[in-house]
């Protein structure tokens, strides 16, 4: 039973110098594949040798993250873009719109999101959305790009009941379900319900998020499988199915990562 981790940052300096042990510790736990996203022009070096180091089990995206967004976006997607051509990647990634944090640079934003939407199309890959508290301007850069045409995951999928449907009536796209959905005050699992296990994909968003009883410590790979457990609670089905139905809609989805079903 082996399960994929959609999202993960392990390249990140949180992980220092653990990130060895921490690969064993989530192969011995049963994961044979990493999903890497890009953040932003920083953090593409370190992605790339933790990819260089483990090609079999770590897989890259590139991309520019929506908070990394300021008045150099030019220059900063220029440059994020030139890494295209040099090397594959399994999706365009980490890419959105973020305004919890800062609502400065939203036009620049929605023009770098709109930009790697492109990007996605033209190289026939997914996109991992990143969206908070901006779920109406996605959808609508989205729409504007080529909605029939474009393919991904909400990433960390937190959104209420409206914004779900939202996405199932995109064709081609799922939703990422990390350690969010084992909080206790969370209403994910009852929103979820509404979708079919068939669109979802698993994750971790590690340093980010660990599930319980992790939760407000550092999230690591391995602890993926706490998410798929409450998974299999809110559908009432087997671990294993979880497992393997999650699994295939990643390979589905992410189809440069060449593994067996």
């Not at 890419?95 to 400065?104: A, Q, R, S, V």
């Not at 909080?183 to 699992?189: H, I, P, Q, R, T």
Request: a negative charge.
């Amino acid at each position: 039973m082996k399960i994929i981790d959609t999202h993960n940052h392990l390249y990140l300096d949180d992980f220092d110098p653990e990130q060895d042990t921490l690969v064993k510790a989530a192969q011995d736990s049963g994961i044979d594949t990493l999903l890497l996203p890009n953040v932003d022009l920083t953090t593409i070096d370190r992605m790339h040798g933790l990819c260089d180091k483990y090609p079999d089990f770590a897989f890259p995206m590139m991309g520019l993250h929506p908070t990394s967004v300021d008045e150099n976006y030019i220059d900063a997607l220029k440059k994020t873009e030139s890494y295209l051509g040099k090397r594959s990647y399994c999706a365009i990634g980490e890419i959105g719109i973020d305004l919890y944090w800062d609502k400065t640079y939203l036009n620049e934003q929605k023009i770098v999101f709109e930009e790697q939407l492109r990007w996605s199309l033209d190289l026939n890959l997914p996109v991992a959305i990143h969206t908070r508290e901006a779920f109406q301007e996605v959808f609508d850069c989205i729409h504007k790009v080529g909605a029939d045409k474009l393919r991904g995951v909400f990433h960390s999928f937190t959104g209420n009941d409206k914004e779900l449907e939202e996405i199932k009536r995109l064709p081609n796209f799922m939703i990422g379900i990390n350690g969010v959905i084992t909080f206790k005050n969370a209403k994910l699992a009852d929103t979820i319900k509404q979708t079919s296990i068939h669109h979802i994909v698993l994750e971790t968003d590690a340093p980010y998020l660990a599930p319980v009883p992790y939760r407000g410590k550092r999230n690591e790979p391995a602890y993926i499988w706490k998410t798929a457990e409450k998974v299999a609670e809110t559908y009432n089905i087997s671990i294993n199915e979880v497992v393997l139905t999650t699994r295939k809609n990643a390979l589905e989805l992410f189809k440069s990562v060449d593994k067996l079903i």
